[in-house]
């Protein structure tokens, strides 16, 4: 059984900095696209960054391009979303994901989630 759980969310002022990690277990992870998903009250889920198995390509949604960084530590099976010069709309519950195939496009549809944990930028 496959299970995430975020951590490292937490309450920051504009223009500051968190780093998320996913702990993943119930499987090899080194295997597996990785991504990270946020989602205000109200608001669809929506994607924000993305990793394939080895780490070497990444893919951002355009508004936080510059500012987050996602990485990985298969070693760890630890994946990471680090939040730079944080927004107020940057503001929303951000979730851990990975796919049900090994080695898939970490574009394509993720089928495990974790419980999400609360990030929260003020101006």
């Known amino acids: 059984q496959v299970q995430l759980v975020e951590s490292g969310g937490g309450l920051v002022q504009a223009g500051g900095s968190l780093r998320l990690s996913c702990v993943a277990s119930g499987r090899t992870f080194s295997t597996y696209a990785m991504g990270w998903f946020r989602q205000v009250p109200g608001k669809d889920r929506m994607f924000v960054s993305a990793?394939?198995?080895?780490?070497?390509?990444?893919y951002y949604t355009e508004s936080v391009k510059g500012r987050f960084t996602i990485s990985r530590d298969n070693a760890k099976n630890t994946v990471y979303l680090q939040l730079n010069s944080l927004k107020p709309e940057d503001t929303a519950v951000y979730y851990c994901a990975t796919q049900g195939v090994q080695a898939g496009n970490p574009l394509d549809a993720y089928d495990y989630w974790g419980q999400g944990t609360q990030v929260t930028v003020s101006s």
């Open positions: 990793i394939n198995w080895s780490g070497s390509r990444t």
